[in-house]
């Protein structure tokens, strides 16, 4: 049966759920304060990069059944209202700023029908969905009692799309109280995924809230414990590579995420590990996520790492040298700069006194946006000519099949640090590169 649903906050994770679920059936609304970023959306153009998004505004804008809206109000006759705004960390805390998403309920509930479920996606402390709903109760018309429900998002970037329609769970967390009317309600939202055999976890709101934070924690501490390994694996001359193919045959560890290299950025996993260490703290159980400290400054480390060897294999100074660095987003597939591990050791080179060009297929805009004194190309070419030392910081497919040949023949010296363990060895050193990575032994 299709609904009409209303998507608030278009972001990353609005435009691309505001879309998919118009692609689904149903009639959307799609709203944001941000003007600009609507008429853009209206006009069939995302303001992020994100593959297949443009394909797929132009698939359904077409059929009338998404619309976006600057007016809260223009939202009032849907059955489910989706809540997709930002969570950033505060300001010099490493708490979640959940203001939007109350912000949000609040203006939303004088709208709100006693049959409308709203529907909270944004990442957010455990505790928060149970406050929400007693302020957005406070500010419903009198004689509608305030559904709520928390379905959690677990989209990478890159792959927005089909974990958006095809994740490998559905959670919802419900209030007992409407437990059997909610379900059913989020049921018919997902009906198309659901029948294919999409399993779904129904759960309490605290289960459901904490559900991401834990995955993005654990996610975050795999990733880190490579890259742990990977500092033994250089002071004993360990292929740290090798060392990951190994260990993840083994099906109760697995191979993913366990890709040494720069580390983690993004708009989730640092802020996630922080936010949830600082509610953990409030609840009193600070003592169970000391770890995730640990995870964080072993993130940290490898960035710095990264222009020590640059600096090594420049003799033991970075000033003056030409220094291109491959990549800026923090993952491939993005034009996310947010927290990238790429433009912290670009920066880093700058500072330490390198001339710096960095090139990014779809991020060059970003970049800028963010650190205006980088010189950004998205000139491939002209970001080799000269250089002294390539950094390859965001495995882009194009940087993983690029002609090892035919860029030696562009720099000034022929040196090569791979952060992100993704070129070929083989090809790369034949060509006449000298090769280094992190965790990686010298040849």
């Known amino acids: 049966m299709a609904l009409t649903v209303s998507v608030i906050g278009i972001g990353y994770l609005g435009s ?4 998919c679920m118009a692609d689904l059936g149903h009639t959307v609304i799609a709203v944001d304060v941000d003007a600009e970023k609507i008429a853009a959306l209206a006009g069939g153009h995302s303001p992020i990069y994100e593959p297949g998004l443009d394909e797929l505004l132009a698939r359904v804008l077409p059929t009338g059944r998404l619309t976006f809206t600057t007016e809260l109000a223009d939202a009032a006759a849907a059955d489910v209202h989706f809540i997709c705004v ?5 300001e010099g805390e490493p708490a979640a700023d959940v203001s939007a998403v109350f912000a949000v309920g609040e203006g939303l509930a004088p709208y709100l029908r006693g049959d409308a479920l709203v529907v909270g996606k944004s990442t957010v402390p455990v505790g928060t969905a149970a406050a929400l709903r007693a302020r957005m ?8 009692s305030v559904r709520l429900a928390w379905n959690p998002e677990f989209l990478q970037e890159g792959h927005a799309i089909t974990d958006t329609v095809s994740p490998n769970r559905f959670v919802y967390g419900v209030d007992p109280r409407t437990r059997d009317a909610d379900v059913a309600l989020l049921d ?3 009906a198309v995924p659901l029948s294919a055999g999409m399993p779904r976890i129904v759960t309490d709101y605290a289960t459901a809230e904490l559900v991401k934070v834990a995955a993005n924690a654990f996610l975050a501490t795999k990733i880190s414990f490579i890259n742990a390994m990977s500092e033994v694996c250089e002071a004993a001359g360990g292929d740290v590579v090798a060392l990951a193919d190994a ?3 083994d099906e109760r560890i697995g191979r993913a995420f366990l890709g040494a290299g720069v580390g983690f950025g993004g708009g989730c996993l640092p802020k996630d590990i922080r936010a949830f260490m600082a509610r953990a703290g409030e609840l009193g159980a600070d003592q169970a996520l000391t770890f995730l400290r640990e995870v964080d400054a072993i993130n940290f480390r490898r960035r710095s790492r990264m222009v020590d060897l640059a600096r090594e294999e420049l003799g033991g100074s970075l000033r003056d040298r030409r220094v291109t660095v491959l990549g800026a987003a923090f993952k491939p597939d993005s034009d996310d700069v947010r927290d ?11 500072s330490a006194g390198a001339k710096v060009v960095v090139h990014d297929p779809k991020a060059v805009g970003t970049a800028r946006a963010a650190h205006p004194l980088l010189e950004c190309t998205e000139d491939l070419e002209a970001a080799l000519r000269g250089a002294e030392i390539v950094l390859l910081l965001t495995a882009w497919r194009q940087y993983r099949d690029m002609d090892p040949g035919w860029a030696v023949t562009l720099v000034e010296t022929p040196t090569v640090v791979d952060g992100r363990n993704a070129l070929d060895v083989g090809s790369w050193r034949a060509a006449g590169w000298r090769y280094r990575a992190l965790g990686r032994p010298t040849i």
């Open 16 to 19: 691309v759920h505001a879309a």
């Open 86 to 90: 930002g969570t950033p960390q505060r």
């Open 137 to 144: 109760q406070q500010r419903a018309p009198e004689g509608v």
């Open 188 to 190: 018919e939202v997902y």
């Open 247 to 249: 260990i993840g045959a």
């Open 340 to 350: 990238s591990p790429a433009l912290d050791v670009a920066q880093a080179c700058r």
